[in-house]
């Protein structure tokens, strides 16, 4: 399949977890409280995107489909939007947009501020994810998009600070991103090039 065509694949397959948020939140499936598993569930597919976008890579050297490369700026997209629903979705159901509240949790709550600089991390990278951005940015491009790392890292901290359920999805999260790290280490330097 040419290049093009799996671009327009991966776009549908990150909005199918929405989709599915979407209809359990419609069909009053989110339990007890449904405003906190909203906020659960969107941080829980802003962190399998964001691994699902590391993992094209990998995935398209070990699987030899070369195609796949093009998911990790669908995915990371995704990411992305996902982590900003779930940031609109903890500042308007949680906290109604209060400023004392906000002021609190973003000065007094340090796995909020983890999970702020994860945020902040990922803008440069939509931003620039255009490929007239990649063109014009050159190596600068390739040195800047590395922030993935330290947001992920981020992410996965935030994760293991906000869980209520165990730490057994932690490690699946930790084990997946050590996974993702040794490959890196192992097949060089050119990881996040195209
Ligand atoms: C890259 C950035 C982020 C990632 C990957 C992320 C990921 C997650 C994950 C996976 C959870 C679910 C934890 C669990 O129950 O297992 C979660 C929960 C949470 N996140 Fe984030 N998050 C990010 C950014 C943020 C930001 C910017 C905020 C707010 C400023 C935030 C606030 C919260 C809160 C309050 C919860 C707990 C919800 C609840 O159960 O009450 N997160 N996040």
Known sequence: MKSKH?????WPL???PLAWI???AAGGQLGPDPAET????LGWWSLVMLLACLTMRPAAQLLKVPGLVIWRRTFGLWAFGYVCMHFLAWATLLLGWDPSFLGEE???????????LAWLALWPLAL???RQSRRRLGRKWVKLHRLIFPAVLLGVVHQSWV???GYGETLIFVSVLLILLLYRILHGRNMIRK
């Open 14 to 16: 990150g909005a199918l």
């Open 128 to 130: 620039t994810s255009t």
């Open 22 to 24: 979407t209809m359990q």
């Open 38 to 41: 909203l906020v659960e569930l």
């Open 106 to 116: 973003l000065t007094k709550r340090p796995y909020i501020i983890i999970g702020m």
């Open 6 to 10: 799996w671009t327009w694949v991966g």
């Open 163 to 165: 869980q209520k359920s």
